[in-house]
Each structure stands twice: as structure tokens, then as C-alpha cells.
């Protein structure tokens, strides 16, 4: 795939093929922005806009009928930012009224609409073959103002929201708290709760849709004094003014009961929340506008970690400590690989009716040399999150493997052991490939591994889970969907994925057994379950009583502390196993 400088180099030659060799103007039209300004040679060649270009264009589609030679191209890309960029070209024209002319050509590309195009365009010749009618000097100076400030604008400007992007974020914060130093003011970082998803149900399209709406909104929210940008995907920031913290949470409970338009939610058919990290910056504070930003997004990053109401959280120093010891889990996490610190455990799966143990969850404990256990909810979102999870997974799967292998050797009657992997791994091509590929190399029986998602990724990423799920049941494995009833798509997700193992979460079962809608909704659940052929398997079993009240609702499997917490393999081994009867 080309890089950015190179798509822009190819594009010019396109362009300058239609425009000086073929005057194919039509096919060169589609290339123009709509804000494009243009330079050219003769006087009135000076466009401010598209419609100025086009009037242009049919002027000279009468002019020029031959086809014009082009020889000694070159040409140089420059990359401004992201979104913009300049190419310079030299080119010698053969024509009857131009016999090898040089031309010096330069070409601003931007994003419109998610496509590169045509900002401005300079092109000159020569001065000593320059006549009377060719070049207006005055002209082409204010056109080069036009030009720059375009060029300015763009560099500061999100292309698909069209409202400020992280640079020109930074820098309108930066002269706003110069010019108001007694104000108090808030940097805001806020994200689309679930956008993946969004993305995927409604497109990428719509998606962007979505994404203008809210710039549209947030920008009207802002007074003189404030602004807003889009820093990237769908994480967006503000800076506000603020009197109290009560009143800015209004008017941050205010911005997402409006951050979308009445037409855009009836599109949507879903709600669309925010998550919210606030900074208040502290007055005639020194620190930089990205060191601020960083303050809002750790806020932001712990909502998920913390519930609070309506989703908004403010940064306070001791997430700063948070984050210096997540940093250090990470680093701390290449050397527990060498170490050999990431321990195998297994939690028994029991039959409802009988009691007795029918299959078990792999799953992950860290053991420090110093006897230190970390659990997994410390590291496992920041693997997912700093993408060391799809590596981690195929180590703990190895082991899993091994595990079974030494235990199948060793004559005892294994039992099928479902193992967690992340959604991560779901766009990987080779994935599949790759996962056959460990459990083959010990010779594990495909009907001894269960492939447990969870629900979220089943929601997220619903096109590419009915084609794993197919190519899983092809290879003799189970698919599991885990932490069933934790998301907001649960029903209808029954009816699209052909999973054979459904499991429940803790929290349809806690209360179930004394709340009447609660008893009602897990009972139905079990029976769609059961419709669908589905083995229903029931986390967090802690009492006698709840034991009693699944059975009572024809529940296949139960997973607990009643039966056992999670132990390490080996004791599963001596506890949970027996050798193959001869």
C-alpha cells in the first residue's frame, strides 16, 4: 500500500495528465474542492472557488485541442500533517504554441469527505516567454493570502467534523487561557460509549454522520471564550468556563441529553451516552495543553473502573499514582514471561442435577517469585488495552495444552476446559490458523477446547463472529459466549450467533432467587437457551440456596465458590480428576 506522499505524487501525475496532456476537464473535475483556490499563467487565471474553476475549465475545453507531450517530470511531496499536504512538480510541455516549455506546478491536497482533494493549485512559466496578457502579479499576491490561510486552516482543522483538531485544539486553549488568565476554566476529554459498535450496527458512514452531529453540537455549546476539537476517532475535547463544579456538571448533564439531534437518535434507534474525564486546571498554571489533556484522559480511561452518575469522572491526583503503577504492571509483565509467573488455573464445572465436575474454565493467575498474587483484573485490561493480550492468550492456550497433554499421558480422564481469548484477535486473518496450530502440536482432541468470548465482542463484531463461529464448529471446537447479560444486546444476540454454550453472568443470578422480574428474566433466558440447543452454564454459585433454585429451573451447568474457587492445575488434577477406567 502506498504511503500518504506517495498517494499524493500519484494523484498529481493523474491530474496533470487530464489537465495539460488529454484536457479531459470532466475527469479531472471530481478532484476539486469545493474551497479549492487556483494560479495559473494567464491574467484571469485566478479561481477563488470551485464554480470560479469550472467556468474556467469551459473556457478552455475550446482552446486546447491537441494532445500535449510531457517530458523530464519530477516531482517532490511534503506532508504538513495528516490531513494535508503539498507537491511540487517541474515538467517540460511540447505543444505547437509551447515547444518545450518548462512548467513549475505546485498542488495542495486535503481531505473533503473523507477523500483527497485539490485545495490550491499554483502552476508558472517561464517570465522571459511571459507576454503582456500572462500573470497578474497583483492578483496572484492576494490569491496566495487566500492560499495560505486555507493551507493554515486545514493543517488546524478535523476533516471529517470540520471543528478544530488536536493542534488547533491546543493552540486556540493556549490563547484563550493566555488572554483569560483570571478565568476558571475546565478541559473536558469525552468519548461515544460503545462507538465500535455503532460503527458496525449503522456503518462507517453513519458513523461519521454521528461524529458531525456531535462536533455541530459541541461547537454550539461553546461561547467566545471556549472551544472544542475533535483530537481523535471518536474522543473529542472542550475547554469551558466554569463558576462551581455543580453548575459545570449541569452543563455537562445538559451537553449529552443534547449532544444528538432529534433526526439523528430516531436514525440511531439507540441512545448515544458519553464518557467524561473533566481537568479542572488550576489558575496561571504552567503546565502544557497535552500534559492537561493526558490529566482529563486518565479520568476518562477509569470510569469503567469506577461508577459514577452520568458517566463523568474528574481527575484527581491520586489517578496520576494509578496510572505510574499501571505503567509498571506492564513493564513488570515482560519480565514475569521470562519468569515464568503466569500460572495455570482451572475452576471445576459441575453438573446442576448430579454435583458431579463435568468440565472447567482455564484461566490466570500471576505469581511473583516473592509468592505475590496478582490477579487478572489487574493486568488483563491493560494488556487489552496496550494490545499485549493476543500474545498472551496464545501463551496461556500453550500451556493449557501442555497441560493436557502431560495429563492425557499420565492416564487420567481429562475433561473439556474452556479457554478465555480476546475479541482483539477476531480481525487477525492467520488467527484461527494460528490457534489449530498450538493445540495440534500436543495431539488435544478440537472437543477438549471451548472458545469463550464475551458478550461484547459478540455485539461488536457481529459479521465476523457468525464466520468464526462456523469455522470453530468445522473444527470439532465449542464456542461459549461468556458474561452473558452484562450487555444491552443480550436477547437478540441469541438469534444471530450460533454459540453452543451460553454463560450467564454472576449478576442475573444475584437476587434472582428472591426478586420476582429477576427470577422471571433468567428463567427465560435458560429456556431460549435450551430452545436453541444451547448447554446453559451458571457463574457465580455461592450458596446452597441458589444451587437449589437453578435446578429448579433446569440449569445444565454451575460454576462457583460453593464447589471451589479457581485452584492452580495441579490441584485440579488431584481433586477434579481420575484415571481412565481399563
Not at 468519548?191 to 454521528?210: A, E, H, M, P, T
Not at 446452597?544 to 429448579?552: G, T
Request: glycine share 4%; proline share 2%; with cysteine.
Amino acid at each position: 500500500m502506498l504511503d500518504v506522499e506517495e498517494q499524493w505524487i500519484a494523484l498529481t501525475r493523474k491530474v496533470v495528465g487530464f489537465y495539460f496532456v488529454s484536457h479531459e476537464y470532466e475527469l479531472l473535475t471530481p478532484f476539486i474542492s469545493k474551497q479549492i483556490s487556483w494560479i495559473g499563467t494567464l491574467e484571469d487565471e485566478i479561481c477563488h472557488n470551485k464554480d470560479d474553476i469550472l467556468y474556467f475549465f469551459n473556457k478552455e475545453y475550446g482552446l486546447y485541442k491537441d494532445q500535449y507531450k510531457l517530458s523530464n517530470e519530477q516531482y517532490h511531496a511534503v506532508k504538513i500533517n495528516n490531513q494535508t499536504g503539498i507537491v511540487w512538480a517541474t515538467l517540460n510541455i511540447n505543444a505547437p504554441d509551447l515547444p518545450n516549455v518548462l512548467v513549475r506546478l505546485s498542488v495542495v491536497w486535503g481531505k473533503e469527505d473523507g477523500e483527497w482533494k485539490i485545495f490550491h493549485v499554483h502552476n508558472s512559466i517561464p517570465d522571459h516567454i511571459q507576454g503582456e496578457y500572462y500573470f497578474n502579479i497583483e492578483n496572484a499576491k492576494v490569491a496566495y493570502q487566500v492560499m495560505d490561510e486555507r493551507v493554515k486552516l486545514a493543517a488546524t482543522t478535523d476533516s471529517v467534523t470540520h471543528i478544530k483538531n488536536r493542534n488547533g485544539f491546543c493552540n486556540a486553549v493556549s490563547k484563550l487561557m493566555h488572554e483569560h488568565r483570571k478565568q476558571n476554566y475546565a478541559l473536558i476529554k469525552f468519548k461515544v460509549q460503545n462507538f465500535r459498535y455503532i460503527n458496525q450496527r449503522y456503518g462507517y458512514s453513519n458513523g461519521d454522520r454521528l461524529l458531525e452531529n456531535i462536533a455541530k453540537n459541541v461547537k454550539r455549546s461553546c461561547n467566545q471564550e471556549e472551544t472544542c476539537g475533535r483530537i481523535e476517532k471518536d474522543t473529542f475535547a472542550i475547554l469551558y468556563q466554569f463558576e462551581d463544579r455543580e453548575s459545570l456538571n449541569q452543563r455537562l448533564y445538559q451537553l449529552n441529553d443534547d449532544l444528538i439531534d432529534k433526526r439523528m437518535k430516531r436514525k440511531m434507534f439507540s441512545e448515544v451516552h458519553l464518557l467524561i474525564g473533566v481537568y479542572l486546571i488550576p489558575q496561571n498554571s504552567k503546565e502544557s495543553i497535552p500534559a492537561m489533556l493526558d490529566k482529563a484522559l486518565i479520568a476518562l480511561n477509569q470510569i469503567n473502573e469506577t461508577q459514577r452518575e452520568k458517566n463523568i469522572l474528574y481527575y484527581q491526583e491520586e489517578m496520576m499514582k494509578q496510572q505510574y503503577h499501571n505503567n509498571f504492571i506492564l513493564e513488570q509483565a515482560l519480565i514475569a514471561f521470562e519468569k515464568d509467573e503466569f500460572k495455570l488455573f482451572i475452576q471445576p464445572q459441575f453438573d446442576i442435577e448430579s454435583g458431579k465436575t463435568v468440565a472447567g474454565e482455564a484461566l490466570t493467575r500471576w505469581i511473583t517469585k516473592s509468592g505475590e498474587m496478582i490477579m487478572p483484573n489487574e493486568f488483563i485490561p491493560l494488556f487489552e488495552q496496550h494490545g499485549f493480550i493476543c500474545e498472551f492468550d496464545f501463551h496461556m492456550l500453550e500451556k493449557l495444552c501442555q497441560t493436557l497433554r502431560h495429563w492425557m499421558d499420565a492416564g487420567m480422564d481429562i475433561q473439556p476446559i474452556s479457554i478465555n481469548q480476546s475479541r482483539l484477535h477476531i480481525s487477525e486473518p492467520d488467527y484461527l490458523e494460528r490457534f489449530c496450530h498450538i493445540v495440534d502440536m500436543y495431539s488435544i482432541p478440537h472437543c477438549y477446547i471451548t472458545f469463550e468470548l464475551t458478550e461484547s465482542a459478540f455485539v461488536e463484531e457481529n459479521e465476523r463472529m457468525l464466520t468464526l463461529a462456523s469455522q470453530l464448529h468445522q473444527m470439532g471446537f465449542q464456542l461459549a459466549i461468556d458474561d452473558f447479560g452484562t450487555g444491552y444486546a443480550s436477547l437478540s444476540l441469541l438469534s444471530v450467533v450460533s454459540a453452543d454454550i451460553l454463560k450467564i453472568d454472576k449478576s442475573l443470578l444475584d437476587g434472582s432467587e428472591v426478586n420476582q422480574r429477576s427470577y422471571v428474566i433468567l428463567e427465560k433466558v435458560i429456556e431460549m437457551a435450551h430452545d436453541m440447543g444451547m448447554i446453559v452454564v451458571t457463574e457465580g454459585i455461592e450458596t446452597r440456596k441458589q444451587l437449589d433454585f437453578l435446578r429448579e429451573l433446569h440449569c445444565d451447568i454451575g460454576q462457583g465458590y460453593l464447589v471451589s474457587r479457581p485452584i492452580a492445575a495441579d490441584e485440579f488434577k488431584r481433586h477434579w480428576l481420575s484415571p481412565v477406567l481399563s
